[in-house]
C-alpha cells in the first residue's frame, strides 16, 4: 500500500520534517504570571511530537509587554524565557519533530486590562470592543518592529527551528493592513504599500536578526470579516509581497474578524451520525459546513509562490489531507483543534485510519482561552458539564 500524501517527508528552507502535518498555532493558557511556559506546556508540545506530528507551531508568544493578549501567553519579550524554551526544543527533537515559535503583538486585540494597547488609530477593535487610548507613535511602531527582531533571536538561541509570525485574526499586523483599523495619514497608512509597510519592516527586523539561514513563515490574513475591511485582492498582494520579500512558508488565514471569530468555523464536516455520536443534538439536522475553507486560495497562492504554501482552516477529513498536497492546493496541511481532540492522530493515519477526524469543531477548547489550559472539553461528561457551569455564570 503506497503511503499518503500527507505523510511524506516535507521541508521548509531546509527544515526537514517527517511529514506534512503542521500543528497550527493555538493559544495554550500554559505560561505562568511571568510568561514564562510551565511543565504543563512542555509537556503538550513534547506528546505532539512523540505522537508523530511533522511539525509544531507553538501557540502565539507575545514580543512585548505591551503586545501581551491573555493571561497564560507565552512571553517572548525577554531573555530570562530562553532557558526554559531551550529545554522544551530539546525534549521535541529528541522526539522526532521539529518547532517553530510563532511571535505575536496582540494591539488593540489584548485582553489584559493591565496595558495600554498599541494601536494604528484610535478605532474600536472589531471583535473585543476595546478602543485604543492614543494612535501609535513613529517611536512606538519602531519599538515594536525591533521587538519583533530581538524576540525572533531568542527563538533561535532557544534552539527552534524556524520563526512563525503571526500577521492575521485582528491583531497588531493585522490591524495595520486594515483600513477599518488602520486610518493613519502617514508612512504607515492610507495606501496598502504603507499599511503593509509594518509587516515588511518587521520581517526586515527578523532576518537581520537571525540571519538568512534561519525559516521565517507568516499566517496572513487575506480578507476582513468585516464592512470596508482588507479585500481579497489586497491580502492576495500582500502574501505575494512578502513572498518577494523571502519568507519561507506561508499560511493563509483571516484577518479582522467580528466576535463570532470566523477563523475558526464551528461544527465543520459534521455529519449526522457524527453529531449523534458527540450529543450535538441541534446540529442532526443542519448541513455539515464546508471543509477547507481556504483551499482555493491557498492553491492560487502555491500557483506562483516560491515559498511554500500551507492551507489552514476546517481539514476535516484524512483523505482530504492527502488530496490537497497531491492536487497541488498546498504543501502542508496545518491542523488546530483536530490535534487538541486526537494528539495522536498522525499515528493513527500511520496505522491505516481513514475518514473524519473526531473533532467536531464545536470551539469549547476555544472559549476557554485565558481561563483554562487548552485541551477539549468533549471527551468527558464532566468537562462539558464544567463548561456548562461556567456558561451559566458567564466565565466564558
Known amino acids: 500500500m503506497s503511503t499518503p500524501a500527507v505523510l511524506m517527508p516535507g521541508n521548509i528552507a531546509g527544515v ?16 505562568d504570571h511571568r510568561g514564562l511556559i510551565t511543565q504543563q506546556y512542555h509537556d503538550f508540545h513534547t506528546r505532539l511530537a512523540r505522537d508523530g506530528v511533522g511539525l509544531i507551531f507553538t501557540g502565539h508568544c507575545s514580543v512585548h509587554p505591551r503586545g501581551n493578549y491573555i493571561r497564560g501567553m507565552t512571553a517572548l ?44 488609530s484610535i478605532v474600536e477593535n472589531p471583535q473585543f470592543h476595546r478602543m485604543p487610548l492614543a494612535a501609535a507613535g513613529s517611536d512606538e511602531i519602531w ?48 495606501t496598502l504599500e504603507n499599511r503593509q509597510r509594518l509587516l515588511l519592516e518587521t520581517y526586515k527586523s527578523m532576518r537581520s536578526a537571525v ?41 493563509l488565514s483571516a484577518g479582522l474578524m467580528s466576535p463570532k471569530a470566523e477563523s475558526a468555523a464551528r461544527y465543520v464536516g459534521v455529519t ?10 441541534h446540529r442532526v439536522f443542519a448541513a455539515p459546513v464546508k471543509e ?19 492551507l489552514v482552516g476546517g481539514v476535516r477529513s484524512i483523505e482530504l489531507m492527502s488530496e490537497v498536497i497531491e492536487d497541488g492546493s498546498a504543501d502542508f496541511v496545518s491542523l488546530a483543534r483536530p490535534l487538541i481532540r486526537e494528539p495522536d492522530l498522525v499515528r493513527q493515519i500511520e496505522g491505516g485510519r481513514t475518514g473524519q477526524v473526531d473533532c467536531v469543531s464545536c470551539n469549547i477548547c476555544l472559549m476557554h ?28
Open 16 to 31: 526537514e520534517t517527517r511529514n506534512r502535518i503542521i500543528r497550527s498555532s493555538t493559544s495554550e493558557t500554559m505560561a
Open 77 to 120: 519579550d525577554r531573555d530570562e524565557v530562553i532557558r526554559p524554551l531551550k529545554k522544551l526544543t530539546d525534549a521535541v527533537h529528541a522526539e522526532g519533530g521539529k518547532i517553530f515559535a510563532q511571535l505575536n503583538h496582540a494591539g488593540s486585540q489584548s485582553r489584559d486590562d493591565s496595558i495600554a494597547p498599541l494601536a494604528p
Open 143 to 190: 519599538e515594536a518592529i525591533e521587538a519583533f527582531g530581538n524576540a525572533a533571536r531568542r527563538v533561535r538561541e532557544a534552539g527552534f527551528d524556524g520563526v512563525h509570525v503571526h500577521a492575521g485574526h485582528g491583531y497588531l499586523l493585522s490591524e495595520f493592513l486594515s483600513p477599518v483599523t488602520n486610518r493613519r495619514e502617514d508612512e504607515w497608512g492610507g
Open 211 to 251: 540571519g538568512g539561514d534561519f525559516p521565517i513563515t507568516n499566517k496572513i490574513g487575506l480578507w476582513d470579516y468585516v464592512p470596508g475591511g482588507l479585500t481579497v485582492q489586497e491580502g492576495r498582494a500582500t502574501a505575494v509581497m512578502m513572498d518577494n520579500a523571502g519568507l519561507d512558508a506561508i499560511e
Open 272 to 281: 449526522r451520525r457524527r453529531a449523534l455520536q458527540d450529543k450535538l443534538l
Open 292 to 310: 477547507a475553507y481556504y483551499r482555493e486560495e491557498a492553491r492560487r497562492h502555491k500557483a506562483t509562490a516560491r515559498s511554500k504554501t500551507i
Open 369 to 396: 482561552e485565558g481561563s483554562a489550559p487548552l485541551k477539549c472539553w468533549r471527551e468527558s461528561n464532566i468537562d462539558l458539564l464544567n463548561h456548562a457551569w461556567a456558561r451559566i455564570r458567564g466565565r466564558v
